[in-house]
Structure formats: C-alpha cells, structure tokens
C-alpha cells in the first residue's frame, strides 16, 4: 500500500540444488526454519531504533503549534509522549537482555518474542502518533508542497501496517507467546 | 418513537448503492487518483439527473426538497462507493449554507445550477495555521470602492482547481474578539489573482492550496452580512463534520463486510482462519465500532434536519467516535486479510487512507472530544 515493491513471489521451476547445500538434517527443515525466525524474531534492531523515532516525535510536537501553543504543551499529547519514551525504553532495556542471551549462546527465550512483537505493535502507534501530531498535514505525501519532513512520516506510516503481518502475524506470536513461551495447550482446532 | 431509516430512506439507499456498484467501480475510484480533474463530469451528470445533488434543496431552487437526513443515506453510499469528486464540497460545504444564508438573488443564481450539476464549488476556509478556529482565519478581504481585495493563501480547499466558484472565508476586521470581523465571499474562481495548486495526497483525492492576490471581488457576494459570517461558518462546521462521518460510516460498513467474507474463505491451519478467537474477537469489536458509528451519526443528522438544540453536540460525539472507529477498521481489516491486505492490488488500502484523511477532516477524536467536554460543561 506504500506504492512499494518489497515482497516478492518466487517461483520454482525443476530447480537442481547440490545436496552439499542442504542445511541441517532432511525432513528437519521446519524447526530450523522456525529456529531462524526465532533470531529474527529477537527484535535486538528494534532496541535503539524506537527510541529514535520517539525522540523525533517529541521534537515535532515542540515543533508543532496549535492554536498559538506548541502542542507539546497540550497536557494530552504529553501524556502521550511520555507512555511512549516509557515504552520505548522497555523495548530497549528488554532487546538488551535478548542481546546478553545471544552473546552467551543461549537459546533466545519468550523475552525474544515479547520484543519483537511489542516493537512491531509500538511501532504502529508510533507512526499513527505521527499523524495525528501533523493534523490536516498528515494527508499530503512524499514531494507534496507543505509536507512536514518531505512527507517521510506518511511513508513509514503506511509500511507501519505490514509490521504486524510480517515475520508472522500478531495473532500467530501471541499464540507461540502463549503455547511455547508459556506452555499453554493448544486450541482445539 | 422510530430509530430506523424510513421507506423512502430505504428505496433511495438501495437505489443509491445499486446505482454506485455499477457506475462508480473500484476501477474508476483507482483511475481518479491519476486523473487531472480528480471525478468523471459524466457520473456527476447522472448524479445530477437522479436529483442527488439538489436533494436537500427546496424545489423551488430546483432541488428534491428532501432533508439533511435524506441526504445522509446518500453520501453513506457515496463513502462506502468511495465516489470520487466535488460531492460534500458543492452540496454541503458550498451549497448548504448558500441555502441558510443567501439572498434571494444569490439562492436563485447558485442552488438551482448546483442541482443541475452544471456548477462545481468548495470551501476554501482552513490556512497554513490548520487552525479550525476564528482566530484561523486571517486571510484578509479589504474594502475598494464597490469591491473588496481579497490577500492570502487557503490550504487543503477540496477540489478548488475544478471548482467554478470559491466560499472564500476572509477576516474584514481584526479586533479582540475573533469571533467578529469574519466574512464569507462567493468568488468566481475565474477572477483574476486567483492561483491553485494541487498538493499530493495520500488518499489522491485533490487537496488545493489557493493563493488569492489582490482578488477583486463585487460587496454584493458576499455571503449574508458583513464582519458576521462566524455564525454561518459554525453551521457550515457542524454540517460538514456530519457530512463525514456519513461518508466515514459507508466506508467503514464495507470494511467490515469485506473482511468478515473473508474470515470465512480464507483457509489456513485446516480451515477458515474466521474460526479462531482473535479473529472473531477482533470482528466482534469492528461491529461494535462500526454499529456505534451507524447509531451516532444517524442521531447527529436527525439532529442536523431538526435543527435540533443539541445538534453541535451530536456533531462532535458523531466525529470523536467515527474517527476511531473507521480508522480501528481498516487497521483491523489489512490485518486479517494478511499479506494480501498490505497490497495495492487489495481494495483495503483505499478504504485505510480514506479512513486516515476523514479523521482529521473537520477536526479530529481530540478536537471534538474537548469539544463534547466544553458542550457539556465539564
């Protein structure tokens, strides 16, 4: 919906592969699979990345004024920015311990998952706040005359919303959350 | 005691729908994005012919002579169609106050043309400020013999490079009260000094900053009386803003029908993925969302077609909750459509940024909350 192309279909036709580069044990590849996305899924990026993004956010609404006072001011908003910094700095601290896990060679653990998910979720609310921030000027886009930050806002806003699909969906990562992190059963199907 | 759609109601909203299901395909929605003009002057024509864009409009300026109600049940079709083009603009934000607060003359030269559909017009209110308040307006009109000069820019104005004629709302005099001092001009968009651009927007519809120079316009266009056009730009706010979330309920509905459908097609995990919690959960909260906006916004345009003392109450209360919840929707809606919702080929996305320029439009959730808490004396 960005106007983007960043997934692709691949088709396989007959396509030989040399068994040397089978990775891991035949007939084993969906755990390995799932191992991989285990790592991807850790969200140790996200750590520093967020808090970024809220410290842009508290700057545009210093930035922003409405009706005569910036809205930083606006008691609202304020609570607004600073659930979010908090947030922000869960992230972090939470990605950090991802990151310690990884560098003893543990197992990446439900903390991983708990990142990862809540990063992606902030950052949806992140790039929402963006919008609402930027009030009527949140509808121009990228090269728009009067864009704030030449539209960029509005680009990570609309690429925000595949966050919650990619890598799995919210609704499958709070599944595992619930049944591998916690040991919960399974929902009878 | 009667909290449903009339007969009548009934008829012109499965007649609009069919009508729009045939005439206004998602094909040309996609189409007017890239078009110059933004709306096919041919579909306007026959919108014209059915009597929809006089429909509120007495017959004797060549209007139905149906009510703000009526007119509701259309433009909830034309949101759910995502009809493109100049509709809430001439009809409500132009055409409406026209009505309330035209002379004889003007009501004659402008209502009657509206309806034919042989006239475009737009508001041209909102500034470089974003401000929805008097103290927004500061694009100045100075008087010059039988004229006045009218000196600034208006931002966002909907669809002002088709328009034929501009509501342009300029500040005479500028005192402490910045209630008083505000004019409304009917400008011909042809005089001279007049430059529009078109900006891009995320949903495509044409958004226009207009920067008016040295614009010349005649004393007797202007729009009930001079320095007290406030009052007539309240009704106009009011109207607008119920206007929307009409449009907003449309679109939301079809949302929520949509991914229901496809809760129930799409198989994953050995059946359709709608038997899950979380995606009925999710689909149960969207029919709160979206019957609550269904309820509000039918009460906020009986109140508007009754004049009703609660009108501007009903207005905000309409907007705060439609704003959530078409937005909840379409989120939720790209959501349990998966991959495929995230793609431009999917319809979702026109309905998820039309979600997101509806709910700043006429103010947004906060605006009109702080609105309903000030109407209620909190």
Redesign the interface.
């Known amino acids: 919906m960005t106007g983007h192309s960043e997934f692709n279909e691949i088709f396989l036709d007959d396509v030989r592969i040399p068994k040397s580069l089978m990775v891991g044990e035949k007939n084993k590849g969906w755990y390995i699979a799932m191992g991989t996305m285990e790592f991807e899924r850790s969200g140790i990026d996200r750590a520093i990345g967020r808090e970024n993004t809220v410290k842009d956010l508290i700057k545009m609404a210093q930035e922003t004024k409405r009706n005569g006072h910036p809205l930083s001011k606006d008691p609202v908003t304020r609570q607004k920015l600073a659930q979010f910094y908090i947030d922000a700095s869960v992230l972090k601290y939470t990605g950090l311990r991802s990151l310690t896990g990884q560098l003893r060679g543990e197992r990446p653990g439900p903390e991983t998952l708990i990142g990862n998910l809540f990063g992606y979720e902030l950052n949806q609310r992140l790039q929402d706040f963006a919008m609402h921030l930027q009030g009527p000027y949140s509808r121009l886009m990228r090269g728009a005359k009067y864009a704030i930050h030449h539209g960029g806002w509005q680009y990570g806003f609309l690429r925000s919303r595949g966050n919650t699909i990619e890598t799995g969906t919210s609704e499958i990562k709070r599944n595992i959350i619930a049944q591998r992190g916690l040991g919960l059963p399974r929902d009878p199907r | 005691m009667d909290f449903g759609l009339g007969e009548e109601q009934v008829m012109l909203k499965t007649s609009a729908r069919d009508f729009l299901e045939k005439e206004c395909p998602k094909q040309l929605v996609r189409d007017m994005i890239e078009d110059e003009k933004g709306y096919s002057p041919e579909l306007w024509k026959k919108m014209a012919d059915l009597g929809w864009l006089g429909l509120a409009f007495p017959e004797e300026y060549g209007g139905v002579g149906s009510s703000f109600l009526d007119l509701a049940v259309l433009l909830e079709e034309s949101g759910r169609a995502l009809l493109p083009g100049p509709f809430i603009p001439t009809v409500v934000l132009s055409g409406m106050p026209i009505l309330a607060a035209g002379s004889e003359e003007q009501k004659q030269q402008f209502l009657p043309q509206i309806a034919s559909g042989d006239m475009i017009m737009t508001l041209a209110f ?1 500034e ?4 929805l ?1 008097t ?1 927004g307006v500061t694009v100045k009109a100075t008087p010059a013999g039988e004229d006045f000069i009218i000196n600034g820019t208006k ?2 104005v909907p669809d002002a490079h088709v328009a034929d004629y501009l509501l342009c709302v300029t500040r005479t005099k500028d005192g402490s009260n910045k209630e008083e001092g505000i004019t409304i001009f009917l400008v011909d968009a042809k005089t001279d000094g007049i430059q529009t ?1 078109i ?5 495509g ?1 044409k ?1 226009c ?1 207009v920067t008016l120079n040295n614009v010349a316009v005649p004393k007797k266009n202007i729009l009930g009386e001079l320095d007290r056009g406030w009052p007539i730009m309240k009704r106009v706010l009011d109207e607008a803003t119920v206007a929307e979330c009409a449009w907003m309920t449309g679109g939301a509905r079809w949302v929520l029908e949509t991914t229901i459908e496809y809760a129930k097609e799409r198989i994953q ?3 359709p993925i709608g038997r ?4 009925q959960h999710k689909l149960a909260n969207m029919t709160i969302e979206v019957e609550g906006a269904t309820s509000i916004m039918y009460y906020a345009a009986w109140a508007v077609s009754e004049n009703n003392p609660e009108l501007a109450l009903a207005a905000s209360m309409a907007k705060a909750w439609c704003s959530d919840a078409y ?1 909840h929707a379409t ?1 939720e809606g ?2 349990i459509h ?2 495929i ?4 080929d999917h319809d ?2 026109l309905y ?2 039309r979600a ?2 509806s709910e ?2 006429f103010g ?1 959730g ?1 605006y009109h909350r702080e609105k309903v808490a000030q109407l209620l004396n909190i």
């Open positions: 909102m470089p400020s974003g401000s308040e103290s931002l966002f651009e900006l891009k927007t995320m949903t519809e958004l900053e995990f050995d059946g899950f919690q979380a995606i937005k989120f790209v959501q998966g991959g919702g995230f793609t431009w979702m996305h998820f940024k997101k320029a700043v439009a947004d906060d």
